[in-house]
């Protein structure tokens, strides 16, 4: 039973992980929050990841990988590289190996707590390009850090196959709605809640939100 273990959760305080922040409580006996200081560009996700694991009571860890600032220059930890989308290509903010580390990272801080459950709120359907958000290399990553330290760890994926509006659709479930809504940071420039409205995290964000609402008929 999932309600007898313990989960980690990577958390960086956006509406995707906390989405599944919410979804782990509900279904793991104890979860631990993990957010991952790599250099981006605004400090208040950091602060906001802070904020919504403390008024939730998890247990909150902030662990510095800087050294992806200095490995893989991007968009999101560099002010002198535009945000932008690629034709045929991953976008500017793609950070090269972060979700990689993020959850190889999660996974050692969880054995030491004899958490076999990870959680990650990556998404195949509304992925942006990333080529580290694929189920594929999710559970690529499973084996092998199974294998790496003879664990036996389960990466679980919530968002994995739900669109944006579904994923409003799952925070609603979950009782969570109008906390992810009004707390929460996905804004590339640092704006939380509804955000800045132009860059492409926002816009995916909105864009689902009205799907949703416009599908309850606007009682929401």
């Known amino acids: ?80 590289i535009a945000i932008e989308e690629r034709e045929g290509e991953p976008p500017s903010t793609f950070v090269e190996g972060r979700n990689l580390l993020f959850l190889s990272f999660a996974a050692i801080l ?20 990333y080529p580290d958000c694929r189920d594929s290399f999710v559970k690529s990553l499973n084996v092998t850090l199974n294998l790496s330290m003879d664990h036996e760890f389960v990466i679980h994926t919530p968002l994995m196959w739900l669109n944006k509006k579904e994923t409003w659709a799952l925070a609603d479930q979950l009782g969570a709605f109008e906390y992810v809504r ?17 860059c492409p995290a926002c816009k995916l964000r909105q864009n689902g939100l009205d799907q949703y609402v416009e599908q309850k008929g606007g009682d929401v």
């Open 1 to 80: 039973m999932l309600k007898d273990e313990k989960a980690v959760v990577v958390f960086s305080g956006g509406q995707d992980s906390t989405t599944c922040l919410f979804w782990a409580k509900q279904t793991f006996k104890e979860v631990i929050a993990v957010t991952f200081d790599y250099g981006q560009r605004h400090d208040a996700e950091i602060d906001v990841a802070k904020e919504i694991a403390a008024h939730l009571n998890v247990p909150h860890h902030i662990l510095n990988m800087g050294l992806l600032n200095q490995l893989a220059p991007n968009a999101l930890t560099r002010t002198d």
């Open 110 to 129: 969880g054995k030491q707590y004899d958490a076999r459950h990870i959680v990650t709120g990556v998404c195949e359907t509304d992925f942006s390009g």
């Open 182 to 198: 009004e707390n929460t940071l996905t804004c590339y420039n640092g704006v939380k809640g509804s955000g800045c409205g132009e």
